[in-house]
């Protein structure tokens, strides 16, 4: 069975950083796109970075841009999202995702979400 396991989330104070990970269980991990999305309380979901099959596929919103950094390590069917300079907008449920075809139109699979919190 697939699974999608997101981890790292936590508490930090404004300005700190937070490494996520996502942990893949699936057969041929290096066919999958990644991305992280996050939802805000009372606010829909959003996309906050993806990475294609090489890590120099990437994107980011551009909120987070210079702050977030996603890499994959496919030797350990891991993704990770480096957070930077956080801050309290920031806070919110993140969720791994991977497809094979579209990250933002056809996710095939779904973590089941880390808490970020971050206080003023």
């Known amino acids: 069975q697939v699974r999608v396991v997101e981890s790292g989330g936590g508490l930090v104070q404004t300005g700190g950083s937070l490494r996520l990970s996502c942990e893949v269980s699936v057969r041929t991990f290096s066919d999958y796109a990644v991305g992280w999305f996050r939802q805000a309380p009372g606010k829909d979901r959003e996309i906050v970075s993806a990475i294609g099959l090489v890590n120099v596929n990437t994107l980011y919103v551009d909120s987070v841009k210079g702050r977030f950094t996603i890499s994959r390590d496919n030797a350990k069917n891991t993704v990770y999202l480096d957070m930077n300079n956080l801050k309290p907008e920031d806070t919110a449920v993140y969720y791994c995702?991977?497809?094979?075809?579209?990250?933002?139109?056809?996710?095939?699979?779904w973590g089941q979400g880390t808490q970020v919190t971050v206080s003023s």
């Open positions: 995702a991977i497809s094979t075809s579209n990250i933002i139109a056809n996710v095939d699979y």
